[in-house]
């Protein structure tokens, strides 16, 4: 099994609304992560979970939180959101510790904010 | 800090035509490199890698050399097809502590026609 699922797949939400992201794999990697993709952009990191801990942190403002309950679990809580955060969410995963590894990437939820 | 550069698309071949997408990277120390691909509407999906200097990687008629001295991993094909519409990013992975992360450049569009 090599992929990495993601739940919604499209999700729209009200400023004042909070929702949560999920992302599953059993592929046994140690470190996953989120990813934001504008239109036409290329993926920005967000988050990186390295053995269930957080290891990076790219400054993401605190209405994004993170949240890793296990080994296979990656979930990123959402609140007070702007339309600006109207984005492709990515989540992915890999091997911890190598950086010549493949990173398995999901499909994306497409988030709306309205 | 890392950085990836890409030519600027969108690109626009005939079907059958050869296609090079230039990357060039700044980075310390020794970074792998890849090239992933994104259909519309999909997550990113693995094309190819390479993970040392002289290194080639190659996949589906696809193919790019490491090159240290350039710091450089362009993308060729002998022969495109309309299939192989897609945009394509170009990034290098480095460590940070336990933590490996992956710099994309802007990525570049290429549109195949009959």
């Known amino acids: 099994d090599t992929e990495v699922t993601q739940t919604p797949k499209h999700l729209v939400m009200g400023m004042t609304n909070k929702k949560s992201l999920k992302c599953e794999q059993h592929?046994?990697?140690?470190?996953m992560y989120w990813y934001k993709q504008k239109a036409k952009k290329p993926p920005e990191l967000m988050f990186v979970y390295s053995y269930e801990k957080l290891s990076i942190n790219e400054s993401v403002p605190s209405r994004f939180s993170p949240e890793c309950p296990n080994s296979s679990l990656l979930n990123l809580h959402l609140h007070a959101l702007q339309p600006e955060d109207s984005a492709l969410y990515l989540c992915?995963?890999?091997?911890?510790?190598?950086?010549?590894?493949?990173?398995?990437f999901g499909q994306g939820t497409r988030l709306t904010v309205v | 800090g890392d950085s990836v550069t890409q030519m600027e698309g969108p690109v626009t071949l005939s079907e059958e035509a050869f296609l090079t997408i230039n990357c060039t990277y700044t980075a310390t120390g020794y970074p792998s490199l890849f090239w992933y691909v994104q259909y519309p509407g999909e997550g990113l999906q693995l094309l190819l890698k390479a993970t040392k200097a002289d290194d080639k990687g190659s996949n589906k008629g696809f193919e790019a050399t490491y090159r240290k001295e350039t710091t450089s991993f362009h993308l060729e094909k002998g022969s495109v097809q309309v299939s192989d519409s897609a945009v394509y990013f170009c990034?290098?992975?480095?460590?940070?502590?336990?933590?490996?992360?992956?710099?994309f450049g802007t990525g570049t569009r290429l549109q195949v026609t009959l």
């Open positions: 990034a290098l992975s480095s460590l940070t502590g336990t933590a490996s992360k992956l710099t």
């Open positions: 592929m046994g990697h140690r470190a």
């Open positions: 992915a995963s890999r091997a911890p510790g190598t950086s010549n590894t493949e990173a398995f």
